[in-house]
């Protein structure tokens, strides 16, 4: 017997998901950079995330990823201060937890991370 768990350094989100998207808009940031403390004293939750994952914890970071339409968009880095796997089913799990965001990417880094570290084909831009 085993187990599939899923190690994850980022956390990689849609909208749905919880992805804070009315705070966090791309548009806006490239024309007045979003500053850290617009968010810095928020808790943020996520939820149905597929399958069973464990993210890094305090105080290792997490990458916050914007899933928009499978396309990926870096925004800075977070910290996983809860995370929940829910289902007895392997095949129907998921993961959910609150997250705190640290570090807010100036608009050119992010568009340089973003393509640097998203995978083939994954990049926004």
């Given amino acids: ?4 768990v899923e190690l994850n350094d980022t956390l990689q989100i849609t909208t749905e998901q919880g992805f804070p998207a009315d ?10 950079p979003i500053s850290l403390a617009a968010v ?4 943020f939750e996520f939820q149905d995330k597929p399958g069973a ?8 970071r ?4 914007h899933n928009l339409g499978g396309k990926w968009l870096y ?3 977070c910290l996983i201060l809860e995370q929940t796997i829910y289902g007895a089913d392997p095949e129907h799990r998921t993961t ?6 640290i570090e807010i990417y100036e608009p050119v880094y992010q ?3 973003t393509k640097h570290e998203s995978s083939a084909g994954l990049s926004l831009f």
């Fill in 75 to 77: 925004w800075g880095k």
């Fill in 23 to 32: 705070l966090l808009d791309l548009e806006k940031h490239r024309q007045q």
């Fill in 62 to 65: 997490c990458f916050l990823v």
């Fill in 1 to 4: 017997m085993g187990s599939f």
């Fill in 111 to 113: 568009e340089q991370i």
């Fill in 96 to 101: 959910a937890g609150k997250f705190k965001i």
């Fill in 40 to 43: 810095q004293d928020q808790i």
């Fill in 53 to 60: 994952r464990i993210y890094h914890t305090p105080p290792t």
